[in-house]
């Protein structure tokens, strides 16, 4: 089982996929603010996604858990 | 008859030469890149409306009567307000970054080098030393920093300088991405930094202290701003003075910045500004500012030379005061390389050691030169 975690610090922005949504390598899927910057997430590998973490506008660390992927 | 040629006589348009009208037009230009294009909006504005109100003949810059000039003679050439935005920017500043990653606070040092480059080239084309230092010292791109120095060491060169290192601030992503690019391969920009180790509560209450004694012991004149600056970081991470803490990055800080902005405005009378040596500032200011930029990427450079763990080459480009500009722009060059490279927070480190690092500057020119 896959995650996709969070590669830094920032604020959730917008999450872009939703609970059983399949998705491919490299797609966007929640898009991190920091420093008042919006960063995309991309999909590390190809899955479907089980669990997403996180709420829109909540905090995350640099390695927090974002979405589980199976 | 007699009556309207004392109206006219007045009034002040006989004191108007075409140096004024200049100068309108400078401040205009300035109000419409705030207004339209969003450069720095919150300094340039005021400075725009500063420099109207300078250039329209009245005593508002006439010393120990002026309006203005009572705002700059205790805010800047007292040397209080910079001071006061060191507080803000300190309670501002998540250091994190650099606790986690300490090798980042030589980088915040190793682009202070193109500071010195400029110095002596200033030196070359014949302004004084103490001129030389201010144009220098832009290169670090910290507008508090130069109004300081400026301040202590040529006044006269204050308005010209805040006005170039706020420029260069606003024209980061425009100066720094080519200079990054010539001076890295793409495999280098593709370096991928291992995630920064979690920093305890305590370690980031200590730093603002130990960084405060360190650097007023080896730099006693940075006190001032380093002062302020650790004691705002301190304000921030005790948890405990929100209130403060808040209100010197906020309150405080706007207030400060009119009082700032609108008095360097107004050391910018057109019989000062339209001078051949402006250009010169300008030109250096740049220089300064693309030395600073390949200094810091110079360094990161010779460290993975002597180092196991690859530290991306970009991040010394960050090296340079501007914050959060220039860490943003490594995060974009970085990406443009490969979009899952997420340098900004490891930039962070080098960009906030980079305040320091220009404060010190600041502090050994002053120790030498005053």
């Known amino acids: 089982?896959?995650?996709?975690?969070?590669?830094?610090?920032?604020?959730?922005?917008?999450?872009?996929?939703?609970?059983?949504?399949?998705i491919a390598e490299d797609d966007e899927v929640i898009i991190l603010e920091a420093l008042k910057m919006e960063n995309p997430i991309f999909a590390p590998e190809d899955g479907i996604v089980k669990e997403i973490v996180v709420k829109e506008g909540q905090q995350v660390a640099d390695g927090d858990v974002l979405i589980v992927l199976e | 008859m007699e009556l309207f040629q004392n109206m006219w006589a007045a009034m002040a348009f006989d004191n108007l030469y075409w140096g004024h009208f200049v100068m309108w037009a400078?401040?205009?230009?300035?109000?419409?890149?705030?207004?339209?294009?969003?450069?720095?909006?919150?300094?340039?504005?005021?400075?725009?409306f500063g420099i109207l109100l300078v250039n329209l003949p009245s005593d508002i810059m006439e010393p120990n009567q002026g309006l203005l000039w009572r705002f700059y003679h205790y805010g800047e050439e007292w040397a209080v307000i910079p001071p006061l935005i060191f507080l803000g920017i300190g309670a501002m500043t998540d250091f994190g970054p650099v606790i986690a990653n300490p090798r980042t606070l030589?980088?915040?040092?190793?682009?202070?080098?193109?500071?010195?480059?400029?110095?002596?080239?200033?030196?070359?084309?014949?302004?004084?030393?103490?001129?030389?230092?201010?144009?220098?010292?832009?290169?670090?791109?910290?507008g508090p920093t130069t109004i300081f120095l400026a301040s202590k060491l040529a006044p006269e060169m204050m308005?010209?300088?805040?006005?170039?290192?706020?420029?260069?601030?606003?024209?980061?992503?425009?100066?720094?991405?080519?200079?990054?690019?010539?001076?890295?391969?793409?495999?280098?920009?593709?370096?991928?930094?291992?995630?920064?180790?979690?920093?305890?509560?305590?370690?980031?209450?200590?730093?603002?202290?130990?960084?405060?004694?360190?650097?007023?012991?080896?730099?006693?004149?940075?006190?001032?701003?380093?002062?302020?600056?650790?004691?705002?970081?301190?304000?921030?991470?005790?948890?405990?003075?929100?209130?403060?803490?808040?209100?010197?990055?906020?309150?405080?800080?706007n207030i400060v910045t009119i009082f700032l902005g609108i008095s360097v405005g107004a050391t910018m009378p057109a019989e000062v500004f339209l001078s051949p040596k402006v250009i010169g500032v300008f030109v250096l200011g740049s220089v300064a500012f693309?030395?600073?930029?390949?200094?810091?990427?110079?360094?990161?450079?010779?460290?993975?030379?002597?180092?196991?763990?690859?530290?991306?080459?970009?991040?010394?480009?960050?090296?340079?005061s501007a914050v959060p500009m220039a860490?943003?722009?490594?995060?974009?060059?970085?990406?443009?390389?490969?979009?899952?490279?997420?340098?900004?927070?490891?930039?962070?480190?080098?960009?906030?050691?980079?305040?320091?690092?220009?404060?010190?500057?600041?502090?050994?020119f002053l120790s030498v030169l005053k």
């Open chain 1, 1 to 22: 089982m896959a995650t996709i975690e969070s590669p830094m610090a920032g604020k959730v922005f917008q999450i872009l996929v939703k609970v059983g949504d399949a």
């Open chain 2, 159 to 253: 308005g010209i300088c805040a006005v170039a290192a706020y420029s260069y601030m606003a024209l980061v992503p425009v100066i720094q991405p080519p200079i990054m690019k010539l001076l890295t391969t793409e495999a280098q920009r593709k370096i991928r930094m291992k995630s920064l180790r979690k920093v305890s509560k305590l370690e980031k209450i200590f730093f603002p202290i130990i960084t405060v004694i360190v650097i007023t012991l080896v730099v006693p004149d940075a006190a001032a701003l380093m002062g302020m600056f650790c004691f705002g970081n301190l304000l921030r991470e005790s948890g405990v003075v929100e209130r403060l803490s808040l209100t010197a990055q906020n309150e405080l800080m």
């Open chain 2, 290 to 320: 693309a030395a600073s930029t390949a200094c810091g990427i110079g360094l990161a450079h010779l460290m993975n030379l002597f180092s196991k763990e690859k530290i991306n080459p970009l991040i010394g480009a960050a090296g340079v």
């Open chain 2, 26 to 48: 400078i401040a205009l230009t300035f109000v419409y890149l705030a207004i339209k294009k969003g450069f720095e909006p919150l300094l340039l504005l005021p400075i725009a």
């Open chain 2, 106 to 142: 030589l980088l915040g040092a190793g682009a202070q080098g193109g500071v010195y480059v400029t110095f002596f080239g200033a030196l070359a084309l014949g302004f004084s030393i103490d001129q030389a230092a201010v144009i220098g010292i832009i290169g670090g791109a910290d």
């Open chain 2, 327 to 364: 860490a943003r722009v490594v995060h974009k060059v970085g990406s443009e390389a490969d979009k899952k490279n997420y340098l900004l927070m490891h930039a962070m480190g080098p960009n906030v050691a980079g305040v320091i690092g220009t404060a010190v500057a600041a502090g050994m």
